[in-house]
């Protein structure tokens, strides 16, 4: 599967953005989908993720109560809603795909992942 992440770009805090992910492949409803994130000097961090059909979603405490994640299986696409953004949520935000049957945010369980795209908070 291919994915292309799009929607990223500069919000000031507070602000919201909506990150989609295009997948293109194989049948994209037989992947559970994550969102994770990379900023400067820093590690990858997980975001949340989704099981297959949608219907079961985890986040990281960090983003829990802000950020939404979907998916829409007839469009091939899931998307990240993000509210109340943060300057700590500036970050290269990727998608990535797994064929784990259960929805986790471990990025091991995830074997492909999109280019990502750059979120920048100003304060």
């Known amino acids: 599967v291919q994915l292309v992440e799009s929607g990223g770009g500069l919000v000031q805090a507070g602000g919201s953005l909506r990150l989609s992910c295009a997948a293109s492949?194989?049948?994209?409803?037989?992947?559970?989908m994550g969102w994770f994130r990379q900023a400067p000097g820093k590690e990858r961090e997980s975001v949340a993720g989704?099981?297959?059909?949608?219907?079961?979603?985890t986040y990281a405490d960090s983003v829990k109560g802000r950020f939404t994640i979907s998916r829409d299986n007839a469009k091939n696409t899931v998307y990240l809603q993000m509210n109340s953004l943060k300057p700590e949520d500036t970050a290269v935000y990727y998608c990535a795909a797994g064929d784990g049957m259960f929805v986790t945010l471990q990025p091991g369980n995830y074997g492909y992942w999109g280019q990502g795209t750059q979120v920048t908070v100003s304060s």
């Open positions: 492949g194989r049948t994209f409803s037989s992947y559970v």
């Open positions: 989704i099981s297959r059909r949608g219907g079961v979603t």
